[in-house]
């Protein structure tokens, strides 16, 4: 499990701190699902919350915004990353919790 958490660790350092095209605050905002402006932020709530519901119409928009490509694709995997790591906890809790009632 050590070898799992530091990996997760690593990658979550990796794009938040690491170089790219999104700024370190754009990355952020997405890897936690707040603090984007429209359209950004109905692209990011859409990929962690219902990711296949995104569409080409949603990507455009966030181009519209002014932002690139890559800068999309950046936040698209920061914000799929901060959902998988909110659930990841969220279970390692119940989990936890789990272990201690029994």
């Given at each position: 499990?050590?070898?799992?958490?530091?990996?997760?660790?690593?990658l979550v350092t990796r794009l938040l701190e690491g170089d790219?095209?999104?700024s370190r605050?754009?990355?952020r905002a997405a890897f936690d699902n707040?603090?984007?402006p429209k359209p950004?932020?109905?692209?990011?709530?859409k990929v962690a919350k219902h990711?296949?519901?995104?569409?080409?119409?949603?990507i455009t928009a966030a181009r519209a915004s002014g932002i690139s490509e890559d800068q999309i694709f950046e936040m698209v995997?920061?914000?799929a990353i901060g959902q998988a790591s909110r659930q990841y906890d969220?279970?390692?809790?119940?989990?936890e919790a789990a272990t201690k009632e029994g």
């Amino acid at each position: 499990m050590l070898d799992i958490m530091q990996a997760r660790k690593a990658l979550v350092t990796r794009l938040l701190e690491g170089d790219g095209r999104a700024s370190r605050d754009q990355r952020r905002a997405a890897f936690d699902n707040a603090g984007l402006p429209k359209p950004l932020n109905m692209l990011i709530d859409k990929v962690a919350k219902h990711a296949y519901q995104v569409t080409d119409e949603d990507i455009t928009a966030a181009r519209a915004s002014g932002i690139s490509e890559d800068q999309i694709f950046e936040m698209v995997v920061c914000a799929a990353i901060g959902q998988a790591s909110r659930q990841y906890d969220t279970a390692l809790e119940a989990l936890e919790a789990a272990t201690k009632e029994g």
